[in-house]
């Protein structure tokens, strides 16, 4: 019997090593964490859902209906009603739900893809679907209901993050390969920078641009690929390629290879904390140079975490503002002093477990 009230959680995530790699079916390396997105639902006599949403001061409601229709975009407590009909779920009832979270909004942690991945797991537990308990499940599920369903450009890294917890690497491409990877790592500081950000808008600048610039070299060199190791005659047709193409070309390329670097080093038996700290660092490099995705206040919040005693520092997400994190070991408190002075909102954290249902 389903019980009259059910309580999930999903966590945000921070990508470690990989931002703009998911969708082209490249490495990525990422960990959820212990800010959370909470859903509370008690059963109603009808088949209506009302839906309370006090952190971003606004209330969904809608009915149960074969198909239920959308009404603004990315309507994604419906889609994935739809998304869940289509799959066989079938719901007797609807719900009266409370939404909150610490989950930093609309800022490179998730938000969207954990509140989600946390209503999947809430739809599936008040069905008695036994989806409820497959993480894995949860997390395809999530990707559908938020991201193929409006045709949107972004990739699975967020729902995967977010449905199965602790540090994950995974490997896209013709087979989905995800890997729970131990979890040596200490606190972190994540920092808002209060800068909103074009998520959509982003993923579909750089996507467009490095296909564009894949293309153009397959014209050329017909076994050409983003997984494969690039030849000279590779990077010198890279060098011919326009401005745009040529710079997100080679800054997924140097992403690449520092998620493969990035998981050796999870995977060697004594871990390097302060190599992580410089591969963190450089990865910002990469993602400030060639895919120009920081900003001029990330920019003066890495450098004060550092200064402040970080191993190291990067933008998080899909850049042009929201969050930066770093990493601070034993020295947390020191830099979330350091990044409050520059107006950014600061949380420390740790590596958080996956979606689950609370007692």
């Not at 990525?28 to 952190?55: C, H, W, Y």
């Not at 045709?151 to 890294?157: I, V």
């Not at 420390?348 to 477990?353: A, S």
Request: proline share 3%; charged share 30%; with cysteine.
């Amino acid at each position: 019997m389903i019980n009259k009230e059910i309580r999930v959680s999903a966590p945000g995530r921070v990508c470690l090593f990989g931002e703009h790699q998911d969708y082209f079916g490249l490495p990525i390396i990422a960990a959820a964490i212990n800010l959370r997105i909470s859903i509370v639902g008690k059963k109603r006599e009808d088949k209506k859902f009302i839906v309370n949403l006090p952190d971003i001061e606004d209330t969904e409601e809608f009915s149960l209906a074969k198909e239920v229709n959308y009404t603004k975009e990315r309507d994604y407590l419906k889609s994935a009603v739809n998304v869940l009909q289509r799959k066989g779920v079938t719901f007797s009832s609807g719900w009266d739900c409370l939404v909150q979270g610490k989950i930093p909004i609309n800022s490179g942690t998730a938000s969207s893809s954990a509140l989600v991945v946390a209503w999947i797991k809430f739809l599936l537990e008040t069905a008695g679907d036994k989806r409820a308990e497959i993480r894995d499940k949860i997390a395809e599920l999530a990707f559908l209901s938020e991201v193929a369903e409006f045709k949107e450009p972004g990739g699975k890294m967020d729902h995967f993050s977010s449905s199965l917890g602790g540090v994950i690497s995974i490997h896209f491409g013709d087979k989905l390969k995800v890997r729970k990877l131990k979890n040596p790592l200490k606190e972190f500081v994540l920092a808002d920078s209060l800068q909103k950000k074009d998520t959509t808008g982003m993923l579909a600048y750089l996507k467009k641009h490095v296909l564009n610039g894949v293309a153009s070299v397959q014209k050329v060199i017909k076994g050409f690929s983003l997984v494969s190791s690039i030849t000279q005659e590779e990077k010198e047709k890279i060098e011919k390629l326009p401005p745009d193409e040529k710079r997100l070309l080679k800054g997924t390329f140097l992403t690449r290879d520092l998620a493969v670097e990035g998981e050796s080093l999870f995977e060697s038996e004594v871990f390097d904390h302060k190599r992580f700290g410089q591969l963190l660092s450089k990865q910002h490099e990469v993602l400030r140079d060639y895919l120009q995705i920081s900003t001029p206040k990330i920019e003066q919040m890495i450098e004060v975490s550092l200064k402040a005693g970080a191993l190291g520092a990067k933008t998080n997400g899909s850049g042009g503002g929201g969050c930066m994190f770093a990493y601070t070991c034993e020295k947390s408190e020191n830099v979330a002093e350091a990044l409050e002075k520059t107006g950014a909102k600061v949380y420390i954290v740790r590596v958080g477990d996956g979606v689950r249902k609370e007692s």
